[in-house]
């Protein structure tokens, strides 16, 4: 299994409403997804002197699964974020494989 893990950081005065947009928009559209096995958005709660941060973890059955999706998919869906909230949005990405 491979998990991408992205770390999202919104303007707090966006924050609320972005929340609400990816719930009711983005992860539905990322759901439809054929490549991907599940999405999940974390609050993270724990954190060192930093502003809100969310977790958005995409799974993937394998490795060749991600890798059809990067090719395929990750660029819009990457795409409609930076487009939705331009410069109110951070995001780092990391990806973790099941041992």
Known sequence: MILINKTLS???SIQ???I???????????HACDLIQ?????????QQEADDCFALQVFFENKEQYELYCGKYQDDFDAILLLK????IGIYKTMLTQI
């Open 10 to 12: 919104f303007s707090e």
């Open 16 to 18: 609320s409403d972005a």
């Open 20 to 30: 609400l947009w990816m719930k009711d928009t983005y992860l539905p559209l990322m």
């Open 38 to 46: 599940n999405v999940l958005l974390f609050k993270i709660e724990t």
């Open 85 to 88: 909230f331009k410069n109110s």
